[in-house]
């Protein structure tokens, strides 16, 4: 057997609170560093390395591989 359904007022009583948590920020979501743009470049430039790497040189491929490494650590 189902539930009775409630009104609509009753209904945001009920999840307004939870509702209202959801749209909050978490501190971890705060990120003015910038190091998410930076890991989301990386992973493209990453992924034309790949990409690229039946037609480059191994030296090349190696040296675009560490030039990404070094964007992410510093």
Do not use: C, H, N
Not at 15 to 29: H, M, N, P, V, Y
């Amino acid at each position: 057997m189902s539930a009775p359904l409630l009104d609509f007022q009753e209904y945001v009583e009920k999840t307004e609170l939870s509702r209202q948590r959801s749209i909050e920020g978490l501190a971890f979501d705060i990120d003015d560093s910038g190091i998410e743009w930076t890991v989301r470049d990386v992973i493209e430039e990453l992924e034309l390395l790949v990409d690229g790497k039946a037609t480059m040189d191994f030296e090349d491929f190696v040296d675009g591989i560490r030039e990404q490494a070094r964007r992410l650590l510093k």
